[in-house]
């Protein structure tokens, strides 16, 4: 079965600009969670969606926003970029089913670098 | 989610058995302790969880305490692959069809085997 497909891996924006990031879950996954990784804050959950509907929603500004489509696919979009913003990040998912085993399983992450 | 406290560092000598202890003293009844990894800029992997027996798979064993305020995570021959920071998360595992996946990273235990 394929894993967690993000894209793209890489990608280098200037300030003010906007970025969208993808995210593919595992085939039959309904939960899609994106999390921000930076080396002073460490790893943090920003959202999570199910049934194309948001479930929860970290600390962070309403820059950051995201959708889930009908197949579960996921994209999350960060408007009006920042320095601060340059991070790695990931995306989760879970079969998130009543009885299921509970774990997440994440994507090797988008690198994104804010000159 | 309860707080988790793990030390920040450890080393571990190749073939040896490495045991990474998480404190969780505000666990609360109905939450599950999970071990996750973080091998350098990849995403997260699960390793294990567990609500108060021990438990053991193909990549680790926990050792959960029987009054369930610390558990001790087992790797029992570590190799060089199994160098990376290992996050241990106290949470409640999903109860519902719909969601609710966060998980709250720590600092987590940065692991380094010793060739």
């Known amino acids: 079965k394929a894993g967690v497909t993000q894209t793209p891996r890489y990608l280098i924006k200037t300030r003010g600009q906007q970025v969208t990031l993808s995210c593919s879950p595992i085939?039959?996954?309904?939960?899609v969670s994106w999390y921000q990784q930076t080396p002073g804050q460490g790893l943090q959950f920003l959202f999570e969606?199910?049934?194309?509907?948001?479930?929860n929603k970290g600390n962070f500004p309403g820059r950051f926003s995201g959708r889930q489509f009908s197949n579960s696919r996921s994209e999350m979009n960060v408007s009006t970029l920042e320095l601060g913003d340059s991070a790695l990040y990931l995306c989760?998912?879970?079969?998130?089913?009543?009885?299921?085993?509970?774990?997440?399983?994440f994507g090797p992450g988008t690198r994104l670098t804010v000159t | 989610d309860a707080k988790t406290t793990q030390p920040p560092s450890m080393d571990c000598a190749e073939g040896r058995a490495a045991n990474l202890p998480c404190n969780h003293s505000?666990?609360?009844?109905?939450?599950?302790v999970y071990w996750y990894r973080q091998i350098h800029s990849q995403g997260p992997q699960y390793i294990i969880h567990g609500l108060k027996n021990n438990e053991t798979n193909e990549m680790a064993s926990l050792i959960i305490t029987e009054d369930r305020k610390s558990s001790t995570l087992i790797l029992p021959h570590a190799t060089l692959r199994d160098t990376a920071v290992y996050y241990c998360i106290v949470r409640v595992p999903t109860r519902s069809n719909f969601g609710n996946e966060k998980l709250t990273f720590g600092t987590g235990t940065r692991l380094t085997i010793i060739p």
């Open positions: 969606y199910f049934s194309e509907t948001q479930r």
């Open positions: 085939s039959g996954h309904r939960s």
């Open positions: 505000t666990i609360s009844g109905n939450e599950y």
């Open positions: 989760a998912s879970s079969l998130a089913k009543k009885g299921s085993s509970y774990e997440q399983y």
